[in-house]
């Protein structure tokens, strides 16, 4: 799953969408 491939990078939990999707931004930078 993308979110288990990128999991050594921080996420911010940014919004909650109209069906309770979870959205986050992934911090490519660190």
């Known amino acids: ?3 288990k491939e990128k999991g050594q990078y921080p996420m911010n939990k940014v919004a ?7 959205i986050y931004q ?3 930078s660190k």
Do not use: P, R, W
Not at 16 to 21: E, K, L, N, R, S
């Open 26 to 28: 992934v911090d490519l």
């Open 1 to 3: 799953a993308f979110i």
């Open 16 to 22: 909650t969408d109209d069906i309770g999707f979870a």
